[in-house]
């Protein structure tokens, strides 16, 4: 994660070159050194990281004054940020919420959290937005087990036929979600 004033964030050659310094220094953080860092784009939008020989999934996110990047070594990742305290509209939840989803989980999390769950799974699935999060369908945690300590859960979160567990915690005045696929 990294602070950002509003014009970086809203540049988008200043927001790259942010990532690419974020990607460059996770690399460094997992033994890469100084390796030649490249951002690329997948066919469906998605970025990928290469380092070296190795190309490793990747995700982007900001908000207001924060960005944040993760990257995976074998497969996809998504990642959302969002602050705690934005403003949602009151028709928002309900456009979030799946027939399917576990009642135990939407009666325990707040909008902003379910959103950024929901978009963290689309973005591991590689449509982004493009398609309604009404198609995320979170279920408890790992092996029927739902993990929820204060602020953070980790839930399991189905979307067509990708399987994902979601980490989801807050640090700050953010509330953040880490995906990843499961087999």
Excluded at 17 to 27: G, K, N, R, T
Excluded at 85 to 107: C, N
Excluded at 112 to 139: D, F, H, S
Aim: proline fraction near 3%; hydrophobic fraction near 40%; charge should be neutral.
């Amino acid at each position: 994660m990294a602070p950002c004033a509003g014009s970086e964030l809203s540049d988008p050659g200043l927001r790259s070159d942010i990532s690419l310094s974020l990607f460059s220094h996770l690399a460094e953080r997992m033994g890469f050194g100084h390796a030649h860092i490249a951002v690329e784009k997948e066919s469906s939008g998605r970025p990928a990281v290469a380092a070296g020989d190795e190309r490793w999934g990747a995700s982007i996110t900001h908000t207001r004054g924060m960005i944040a990047c993760a990257v995976k070594r074998n497969g996809a990742i998504g990642i959302d940020m969002e602050l705690t305290d934005r403003t949602e509209h009151p028709a928002l939840r309900k456009r979030l919420l799946s027939a399917g989803d576990d009642p135990d989980l939407i009666d325990r999390f707040g909008t902003i959290q379910l959103w950024t769950i929901k978009e963290a799974v689309l973005k591991l699935y590689g449509t982004g937005l493009r398609i309604p999060m009404k198609n995320v369908i979170l279920a408890t945690g790992t092996q029927g087990q739902f993990r929820y300590a204060s602020t953070d859960a980790l839930v399991e979160a189905h979307v067509r036929e990708l399987n994902a567990i979601v980490y989801s915690g807050r640090i700050n005045a953010f509330r953040i979600a880490l995906a990843w696929e499961v087999s």
